[in-house]
């Protein structure tokens, strides 16, 4: 028999602040709530901190519900000045249930309600200037029929912070990360794998014994030490990262290369053939840094004479720079009786090359240094990084579509979703004005996001270079003329929201035609003309000109509005990107975005003048076969 579906539960908190009561519905994975505007919960006082706590979700593990978990600081573990309170008592960390009382920074109050009806959730946002009170206590708590174990509970909190916590490293050798108190912050599987006992032992662990003071003490933020664990030896590279205070380790698995360069220590002078094999240059070194002897592949030139470098010292056959690290690997080698390792450059034929030094001793006063030319490696390795920052890249950019779009696509849809659901429950009850309202209501958000997935489409079109320049003979005067009129309806309709906005049009052109993709300039000026009148919610004139001049053609769109700030301009045309001053101001990011991809195509150049709260400028300068006006 099939069990019944368990009803959605929407989540809401009710916040009174000094701004007054507004009613927000919870549905991120995670929010931050503080003073900041960058939160995702602002409360206005000034005892709240700027990140004050965060709001994180709880799936539960048999079903879809879930619950929020409410923690005091930001997401660095900095704990907020003034503190949570939850039902009267002071807390760190909560998980709400139906009807808590929440007071942040001691003047902030809160409620947290769950219902499992929509319109409950449309009737408290869009009612927040009145008093509710005895429908809020009507709410029934819509959890007591969905009563988890205990167990499961914890466990689904637990990986929630796990996943709130970790990121996504799914290679074969193990990496794993400590912050400065030497506290284990990430393992990845492969470290989990082959170091079952690391948690346990922690800095005893011999991975990590002698990390934390190695970093410590040295000026380095890199460096590979080999370690012995059981009967396996590692290489281990060692990352600081001093944006983030943690110490990242990478381990490759070397046993069976040590395991060889053993047996070349042990029996160098018997096994001849062993050493034959090998592809590197050899060479045996005094105590006091003599070329002794050498051995060569066949295919590996030595580059100079062997009377050039057999019985000198290192310092008369290396630069400085190279001689006095590889004498101090001798005697380190000498006295400790450990390989030592180190890598150096040569530049041979104007060519720079990259070379790694392994040196053994190999007799009594005797060192033998194995040298390979890793230049190839080298080149890899800065493809490889190149290739991780452009991944990193890649991620930070599908983060910002996922947040942007969630966003954007939440409003509309829950705005769709709740008059669909007006209209079934009270349809037949409203007059047929109030219907019609609520239908235009639909329609406005179906042309929102269709608007948003064509900008979305046209920017990946643009990156994966489908996106063609298709210039042909266009009259600018009337189509800058054209879209100023219609811009100006637009923005007579936006004027119930904000101060009325006045768009005016100047031509300096002595031009009737010019060869332009009329696609591409459309949305151009639509999104410069646009953002002009969205981000200036004051109200004023918005500027169109039009300047022509011997081979190219020049449009400036000034404005009056709140301006952009020196710190936002270098990003301002990557996708997804928002100024940080734009605060409530909806958007999505991909307007300047689709303006740079349509100039770049066109062959020019896009220029922003701005100050914070005067206005901003944009000057396009398009290259162009001009026709000129007939006498």
Not at 200 to 220: F, N
Not at 337 to 359: K, P
Not at 413 to 430: F, M
Not at 563 to 577: E, H, K, N, R
């Amino acid at each position: 028999m099939l069990e019944p579906e368990q009803p959605q539960i929407h989540h809401l908190l009710v916040i009174e602040d000094k701004q007054g009561r507004h009613t927000i519905g919870l549905e991120d994975a995670t929010c931050s709530i503080g003073r900041d505007p960058t939160n995702s919960i602002v409360l206005h006082s000034h005892l709240v901190s700027r990140q004050h706590a965060i709001l994180l979700r709880v799936t539960t593990p048999e079903n879809s519900t879930y619950l929020f978990r409410l923690i005091d600081g930001n997401l660095q573990g900095k704990r907020s000045t003034n503190g949570l309170i939850v039902n009267g008592q002071r807390c760190f960390s909560c998980d709400l249930q139906h009807g808590d009382v929440i007071v942040f920074g001691e003047d902030v109050k809160a409620r947290y309600y769950a219902t499992a009806k929509h319109s409950d959730v449309e009737l408290l946002i869009s009612s927040e200037a009145e008093d509710l009170s005895g429908f809020l206590s009507n709410l029934s708590n819509p959890f007591q029929t969905l009563v988890e174990p205990d167990s499961q509970l914890e466990n689904a909190r637990e990986a929630a912070l796990v996943r709130l916590a970790s990121f996504a490293e799914l290679i074969s050798t193990p990496i794993l990360e400590i912050d400065l108190t030497g506290a284990i912050t990430y393992l990845n599987p492969a470290a989990t794998l082959q170091f079952p006992d690391i948690r346990d032992r922690k800095l005893q662990h011999p991975i990590l014994m002698g990390v934390l003071s190695a970093v410590q003490q040295s000026q380095e933020k890199f460096f590979i030490r080999e370690v012995e664990v059981a009967d396996k030896v590692f290489e281990q590279s060692v990352h600081y990262i001093a944006e983030s205070d943690l110490i990242r380790s990478h381990l490759v698995d070397v046993t069976q290369r040590k395991q060889v360069e053993e047996a070349l220590r042990k029996s160098f002078s018997t096994n001849r053939a062993l050493i034959d094999a090998m592809p590197d240059l050899m060479f045996r070194i005094s105590k006091d840094g003599i070329f002794v002897n050498f051995k060569a592949a066949k295919h590996n030139n030595l580059l100079v004479s062997p009377s050039e470098f057999l019985g000198k010292s290192i310092f008369e056959v290396l630069p400085p720079e190279v001689a006095q690290p590889a004498m101090e690997c001798v005697k380190q080698a000498l006295q400790t009786g450990d390989l030592q390792i180190f890598e150096y450059q040569l530049r041979l034929d104007n060519v720079l090359h990259d070379y790694e030094a392994r040196i053994v001793v190999s007799a009594e006063d005797e060192v033998m240094a194995i040298v390979r030319d890793i230049t190839e490696r080298k080149q890899a390795e800065v493809e490889i990084r190149n290739a991780l920052e452009r991944e990193k890249e890649l991620s930070e950019l599908k983060t910002r579509f996922v947040t942007m779009t969630s966003h954007e696509f939440r409003t509309p849809l829950t705005t769709i979703l709740s008059s669909a659901e007006l209209l079934e429950d009270y349809g037949s009850k409203w007059p047929e004005g109030k219907k019609l309202n609520h239908l235009r209501r639909i329609q406005t958000c179906v042309d929102h996001m269709i608007q948003l997935l064509n900008d979305v489409l046209l920017i990946g079109k643009a990156e994966v270079g489908k996106l063609r320049c298709n210039p042909a003979p266009l009259d600018l005067v009337q189509f800058c003329q054209d879209l100023v009129d219609e811009l100006q309806i637009s923005a007579t309709h936006f004027q119930d929201r904000c101060s009325a906005h006045t768009l005016t049009f100047t031509s300096q052109c002595n031009c009737i035609s010019a060869d332009l993709d009329e696609k591409l300039l459309r949305h151009i000026l639509t999104n410069l003309l646009s953002n002009a009148i969205k981000y200036s919610p004051q109200g004023g004139t918005v500027y169109l000109d039009l300047i022509c001049r011997p081979g190219e053609v020049n449009f400036q769109v000034q404005d009056q509005g709140i301006g952009i700030t020196a710190a936002d301009q270098p990003q301002l045309f990557d996708s997804f990107y928002r100024a940080s001053n734009v605060g409530t101001i909806a958007g999505t990011g991909l307007g300047l975005a689709i303006v740079k991809n349509s100039v770049d195509l066109h062959g020019g150049t896009i220029t922003v003048e701005s100050k914070v709260g005067v206005g901003t400028t944009f000057l396009v300068s398009l290259p162009t076969k001009q026709v000129p006006v007939d006498e």
